[in-house]
């Protein structure tokens, strides 16, 4: 069974071990006098089931698969000659891979050494027995944990103190999950950005003005020795995430004052969902109405008008990295205004002033805090797109302030640095690290920013 219908069938037993065991409180309740003299509503009782059944099995199954592989490949090499298992980790893991291949059918049995079939059929063996294996024992051990929480059922257990603890623990996990993920990807980032800058030092790193981390594999051949200063995938960065607010920010809180103070019902029932579906178009069909449509049009008009813009311009794609930033800031501080205290309006209103007065000078200083965070988000979102800067601005890394020219970004590069075979402990690929650890430090800097200036103004308008 596979895993996804085995995790299926365990949600249907957890369905079934919920309403037997809050039937199975219902019916002592009867027994009872009422429902009011059981320790925990019947809900509780079923809801315990289901986590007893659910929670250890889920567990049990996740330690399987993360050591099922392992286990196999452990086994599968045990039965290989000596002299065909090479000691080399890359030449090892390839010698897994390729057998792992054979088993699977990607490469055909006819063309592969006798070792290696054999191997390839053991795993393939081996990967059955484990399939079987963890499908019997986790519909037996959810069988037993079915029983035990049915039985458990009686009106002297306390299910919903169990209940809630089980969850409070669930969520502590969850956070907790969350938070080592996040530590561990700054430590993986900061790992291989130690080692890139003891290949390019630091210095020339954030200062440089020349970007070319094209490296030869070996040490006669020429360009051995690329050329790592950031400067212009920071300059161009910056470049498309302005041309993209300036867009953006006017237009989507001009669209969140008018929907949320102007517009009357009908209007804003038909204009904020269709709004909103910018959001969800993918990034690539962005790219390519940048480099199809807008691109083309832009230099057709610098044309017209004497102006030489390039096929690939940071104006392109900015303009459309704008747009499609649009609902972020405009969903987020439609929420902000609307949540403004009316009692705010109807003071100002009572005062004299005209409703445009009070959406200027009460409205949006109280919104203020939340108008700022929207845009933030919307800055970190241009700073991380990357399609449309693929599309539409381009590869090259001109050191250029004009947005009528072809830039590149930082994350740009970054897919360009590690997509295809590459050294791992090169410069070229650490390289990539250490522009991610850039954009973390960015992000950081305009999330502090970001709280400083919602605490100033929180204080000031609570």
Same mark, same amino acid.
């Given at each position: 069974m596979q895993t996804s219908t085995l995790v299926l069938f365990l949600f249907v037993?957890?369905?079934?071990?919920?309403?037997?065991? &809050?039937?199975?409180?219902?019916?002592?309740?009867?027994?009872?006098?009422?429902?009011?003299?059981?320790?925990?509503?019947?809900?509780?009782? #079923?809801?315990?089931? +289901?986590?007893l059944t659910l929670v250890p099995v889920l567990l049990f199954i996740s330690l399987w698969i993360s050591l099922d592989q392992l286990v196999i490949e452990r086994l599968v090499v045990e039965k290989i000659p000596k002299e065909? +298992?090479?000691?080399?980790?890359?030449?090892? &893991?390839?010698?897994?891979?390729?057998?792992?291949?054979?088993?699977?059918?990607?490469?055909?049995?006819?063309?592969?050494?006798s070792w290696q079939l054999d191997a390839a059929v053991r795993m393939r063996q081996l990967s059955v027995i484990s399939q079987w294996s963890i499908t019997c024992l986790s519909i037996f051990m959810a069988s037993i944990l079915v029983y035990w929480g049915f039985r458990r059922v009686s009106e002297n257990f306390n299910a919903r103190p169990v209940v809630e603890t089980i969850m409070e623990r669930m969520l502590l996990a969850s956070a907790c999950i969350a938070i080592f993920t996040t530590i561990g990807i700054i430590f993986s980032v900061l790992f291989e950005s130690i080692q890139f800058f003891r290949k390019v030092p630091l210095f020339d790193f954030i200062f440089g003005l020349e970007w070319s981390p094209q490296t030869a594999i070996r040490e006669d051949q020429v360009g051995s020795s690329g050329s790592f200063g950031a400067v212009p995938l920071f300059v161009g960065t910056i470049l498309i995430s302005l041309v993209a607010m300036v867009i953006a920010v006017p237009i989507g809180l001009m669209s969140a004052i008018y929907l949320a103070e102007y517009a009357n019902t009908s209007v804003r029932a038909f204009a904020k969902p269709t709004l909103e579906i910018l959001a969800g178009i993918p990034t +690539? +069909?962005?790219?390519?109405?940048?480099?199809?449509?807008?691109?083309?049009?832009?230099?057709?008009?610098?044309?017209?008008?004497?102006?030489?813009?390039?096929?690939?311009?940071?104006?392109?794609? #900015? *303009?459309?990295?704008?747009?499609?930033?649009?609902?972020?800031?405009?969903?987020?501080?439609?929420?902000?205004?609307? *949540?403004?205290? &009316?009692?705010?309006?109807?003071?100002?209103?009572a005062m004299g002033a005209t409703h445009s007065e009070t959406v200027k000078r009460v409205v949006i200083p109280a919104a203020l805090p939340g108008i700022v965070g929207g845009i933030l988000l919307a800055i970190s979102r241009a700073i991380g797109e990357t399609m449309i800067v693929v599309m539409a601005a381009g590869l090259a890394a001109n050191l250029s302030i004009n947005p009528l020219d072809a830039v590149t970004t930082v994350t740009v590069q970054i897919v360009t640095l590690l997509t295809g075979d590459q050294e791992f402990d090169s410069a070229k690929t650490l390289a990539a690290f250490a522009l991610g650890l850039m954009l973390f430090v960015v992000t950081l800097m305009l999330n502090i920013f970001a709280l400083q200036i919602v605490k100033k103004y929180r204080e000031q308008y609570e």
């Open positions: 037993i957890a369905v079934f071990a919920f309403y037997s065991s &809050q039937n199975r409180s219902i019916s002592i309740a009867g027994k009872l006098g009422g429902i009011r003299k059981l320790s925990s509503l019947p809900s509780y009782y #079923g809801t315990y089931s +289901v986590l065909y +298992v090479p000691l080399n980790t890359s030449d090892y &893991q390839l010698m897994i891979n390729k057998i792992m291949s054979i088993s699977g059918g990607i490469i055909k049995n006819d063309s592969v050494p +690539v +069909v962005y790219g390519f109405f940048a480099a199809i449509t807008v691109a083309p049009v832009l230099r057709d008009f610098g044309e017209s008008v004497g102006l030489d813009i390039a096929s690939e311009s940071a104006l392109a794609a #900015g *303009a459309v990295m704008g747009i499609m930033i649009i609902p972020f800031i405009s969903s987020i501080a439609d929420d902000v205004i609307s *949540a403004v205290p &009316q009692s705010m309006r109807d003071g100002s209103l």
